[in-house]
């Protein structure tokens, strides 16, 4: 049938650091993701590198997991892992079964709707929504209104250089611009939350 939906890989992107260095992370045809780029991950890292080990993390936009994948690599103690996407959740499964990451959680869900419901606190947060979407604004909100953030936690923040994140008032003021990078399209923030 032609118009049937395969889920075939169309490329991999690979761990960079840890127990799972150079292992491949697959991403599906039609999952319309854009991972982070692996320089990126590399310099987010390093940045992170004085805190990952025994973090408590959540991942809000998945995708193909390799925020969350680096972190556990990186010895993590556990990582949530949030997607709305069925093709994005259904191969992370896979993938985080392959791995046999048993310190992590797959959830299907809206990011916003679970943030409101959830009881669990993080000291890591990874925020790099699709751009199309103005989604940032309500999920910081949201973190700090539901208090899902430890009182020192370190949040990454990835978005289109058309939506510089400083323009607006959506950083709350306790947030400490930790690290900046700014390519030709992407802004990558690491901030650190004391309260």
Same mark, same amino acid.
């Given at each position: 049938m032609k118009n049937k939906l395969h889920l075939g890989v169309s490329r991999k992107i690979k761990i960079i650091g840890?127990?799972?260095?150079?292992?491949? !992370?697959? !991403?599906?045809?039609h999952s319309k993701i854009r991972p982070t780029t692996n320089r990126m991950r590399e310099i987010l890292f390093s940045w992170l590198n004085p805190i990952i080990s025994r973090a408590v993390c959540l991942d809000c936009f998945a995708g193909s997991g390799a925020l969350g994948l680096e972190s556990l690599?990186?010895?993590a103690n556990k990582v949530?892992?949030?997607d709305n996407n069925h093709i994005c959740i259904t191969a992370l499964i896979k993938v985080i079964q392959s791995f046999s990451a048993y310190n992590s959680e !797959?959830?299907?869900?809206d990011c916003r709707s679970w943030l409101q419901q959830s009881t669990t606190t993080y000291n890591v947060i990874f925020l790099d929504p699709p751009f199309q979407n103005n989604i940032i604004p309500e999920v910081i909100f949201l973190l700090e209104r539901y208090n899902l953030?430890?009182?020192e936690s370190w949040i990454y923040i990835e978005t289109s250089k058309k939506r510089n994140i400083f323009n607006t008032s959506i950083i709350p003021n306790y947030w400490i611009l930790y690290h900046k990078k700014i390519t030709?399209?992407?802004?990558?923030?690491?901030?650190?939350r004391r309260s």
């Amino acid at each position: 049938m032609k118009n049937k939906l395969h889920l075939g890989v169309s490329r991999k992107i690979k761990i960079i650091g840890g127990k799972w260095k150079g292992r491949n !992370i697959p !991403i599906t045809r039609h999952s319309k993701i854009r991972p982070t780029t692996n320089r990126m991950r590399e310099i987010l890292f390093s940045w992170l590198n004085p805190i990952i080990s025994r973090a408590v993390c959540l991942d809000c936009f998945a995708g193909s997991g390799a925020l969350g994948l680096e972190s556990l690599s990186r010895g993590a103690n556990k990582v949530t892992f949030l997607d709305n996407n069925h093709i994005c959740i259904t191969a992370l499964i896979k993938v985080i079964q392959s791995f046999s990451a048993y310190n992590s959680e !797959i959830i299907y869900t809206d990011c916003r709707s679970w943030l409101q419901q959830s009881t669990t606190t993080y000291n890591v947060i990874f925020l790099d929504p699709p751009f199309q979407n103005n989604i940032i604004p309500e999920v910081i909100f949201l973190l700090e209104r539901y208090n899902l953030l430890e009182k020192e936690s370190w949040i990454y923040i990835e978005t289109s250089k058309k939506r510089n994140i400083f323009n607006t008032s959506i950083i709350p003021n306790y947030w400490i611009l930790y690290h900046k990078k700014i390519t030709r399209n992407v802004m990558y923030y690491l901030f650190l939350r004391r309260s």
